[in-house]
């Protein structure tokens, strides 16, 4: 990046529309704390956050994770749902702010009301498998995060902001957007490079520029929003496959295989296979029985360099099978060395 997009980045300033972010931010945050029960879970609704400025492919990718959500039922949550452009042969009903889908997707609009929202997806009979939440093209990530997260029901599986790489130094100059914008991107697990194919020239450029605001983030570059579920929703657990990104030569493709015990697994020697991941692995999620704990079940999440490793809500009862996903790119996956670990 260069001296004069550091100066700019330093600089600051303060945009109308994120202040408005803000201050409904905080008043959710207060309406949290009033509507929200403060007893635990039966279980935790993993949640994803979709960020972006304005043009940045917010929806394309939502509406991707609604056609093909690799058999997740997901509930979607956006500050103007009917933004999103959902293919009518996928349409079922409608009811209220409840959309149902022929994939067994559930859209719920937010209205202004997010706290509510969550509240009412957390108490479902039937609750999704995952949420997705599609911020404003001007909301700082991180503050609609806290919003989401004061329901206890609700557990952040990743940030995902994507890049308008045709726009992206320009906004980066301009004092109106560059505040934001660099809000977005650092809050980022993920971030999604868009429309890669417009900058084949300055591609590096752009790459350098986003690693500059957000070191050591993933970066998946593509066309059209074209990510799958099981990257930007975490993994599904399902055999190992292959599949691709985009139909574009520079885009990566990613690889995936699953691990799975019958009985109970010693935990350190499991926590040390997760410590030891090659950096190419960028997605794990996986669930866990432990000798010595059979009555408790762990829940692993790793996006990218974040991991945690927590106490499942949900008893395991007499299911001691354990099992984890692990999605990386291809160019670099190494199956002897994964299954090595975890021998």
Not at 204 to 212: G, L, M, N, V
């Amino acid at each position: 990046m260069t001296s004069d997009q550091n100066r700019l980045i330093e600089a600051g300033a303060v945009n109308p529309a994120s202040a408005k972010e803000t201050l409904s931010m905080l008043m959710g945050i207060f309406e949290a704390a009033r509507i929200v029960p403060r007893t635990a879970p039966s279980r935790v609704l993993p949640l994803t956050i979709v960020s972006g400025f304005l043009g940045a492919g917010k929806t394309t990718l939502v509406n991707r994770l609604l056609s093909e959500p690799g058999g997740r039922r997901i509930a979607v949550l956006g500050n103007d749902f009917a933004s999103v452009n959902i293919d009518e042969e996928l349409i079922r009903f409608q009811s209220g702010d409840t959309i149902g889908l022929t994939n067994g997707c559930a859209c719920c609009a937010i209205n202004g009301d997010l706290v509510n929202a969550v509240q009412r997806l957390v108490q479902r009979d039937d609750p999704p498998d995952a949420v997705v939440l599609e911020a404003s093209g001007v909301a700082d990530p991180r503050g609609i995060a806290q919003v989401a997260l004061a329901n206890p029901g609700v557990g952040l599986d990743a940030i995902v902001t994507l890049v308008d790489a045709e726009t992206f130094e320009d906004r980066l100059r301009d004092a109106r957007t560059r505040t934001t914008l660099v809000s977005q991107v650092s809050a980022a697990d993920i971030i999604v490079i868009n429309k890669i194919d417009l900058v084949r020239a300055r591609r590096d450029e752009t790459r350098q520029a986003i690693q500059s605001i957000a070191p050591g983030r993933i970066l998946l570059e593509t066309t059209h929003g074209s990510v799958p579920a099981d990257v930007v929703l975490g993994s599904a657990s399902r055999a190992a496959a292959m599949f691709s990104c985009a139909a574009v030569d520079h885009v990566a493709g990613f690889s995936s295989t699953t691990r799975t015990w019958a009985g109970p697994v010693e935990r350190d020697s499991i926590t040390r296979a997760l410590s030891d991941v090659p950096p190419y692995v960028i997605r794990a999620k996986g669930t866990f029985c432990f000798r010595g704990e059979e009555t408790r079940r762990y829940v692993y999440q790793r996006v990218g360099r974040r991991e945690v490793l927590d106490l499942s809500p949900e008893p395991s009862g007499f299911d001691a099978e354990s099992r984890v996903v692990l999605i990386g790119f291809s160019d670099d996956w190494n199956e002897e060395a994964i299954s090595a670990l975890f021998a």
